[in-house]
């Protein structure tokens, strides 16, 4: 009787540490059912996220002209493409999605990815029309707010965001498993978060 009670024991709590791992990455959002037509940085046609099914994603959400945030959440990135290479990850891909498709064509995400020399073997940027982004940004829950516009004397308009610092880890089904605070994050989290998903 008492083998039978450590037996049972024992599987109460192998039951629990399996349910542990199984929702240690639970489905925040699912966009696998949803189609965004937008356009990569060599202006070729792009649906997301299915055109990433069978690939863990790492997601940021930036514009070109930001100042402070956008820079250190594509550096972060940078870091976190470098340790999956590291760590023999291949299956991994990297995507930047500009919210401001006014001045973020496809000529300037390219010049963007290029003066940071980013590998973009496995990191694809994308644009696309206004309504295509914001119903993208709402399905994230993402807010980026415009301020207020001045202009150049050549008629050039200039305006900043305040906007969501996060990068967003999605499954290779398109469901969105993680969020990360993109400014500040331990790439070594997100490798670990990538790994369990990867098997």
Not at 173 to 192: C, H, M, T, W
Request: hydrophobic share 35%.
């Amino acid at each position: 009787m008492k083998k039978f009670h450590n037996l049972s024991f024992f599987l109460f709590i192998l039951a629990l540490l399996l349910a542990g791992c199984k929702e240690k990455l639970p489905v925040k959002d699912d966009l696998s059912g949803i189609s965004y037509g937008l356009v990569t940085q060599d202006s070729s046609f792009f649906t997301f996220p299915r055109d990433l099914k069978g690939h863990v994603v790492v997601v940021g959400l930036i514009f070109t002209h930001c100042p402070d945030i956008c820079p250190l959440i594509t550096n972060n990135m940078e870091r976190i493409q470098e340790e999956a290479k590291k760590e023999g990850l291949p299956g991994v891909s990297f995507v930047s999605i500009s919210f401001d498709p006014l001045r973020d064509k496809p000529s300037v995400l390219k010049e963007y990815a290029e003066v940071r020399e980013i590998d973009t073997k496995n990191w694809i940027f994308l644009t696309g029309r206004q309504g295509e982004i914001d119903s993208l940004k709402k399905q994230l829950h993402y807010v980026a707010i415009a301020g207020d516009t001045t202009y150049s004397s050549s008629g050039e308009p200039s305006y900043f965001f305040v906007h969501t610092d996060r990068i967003t880890l999605m499954d290779k089904e398109g469901r969105v498993r993680q969020e990360y605070k993109g400014s500040s994050l331990n790439p070594a989290d997100v490798i670990k978060d990538i790994k369990a998903l990867e098997n």
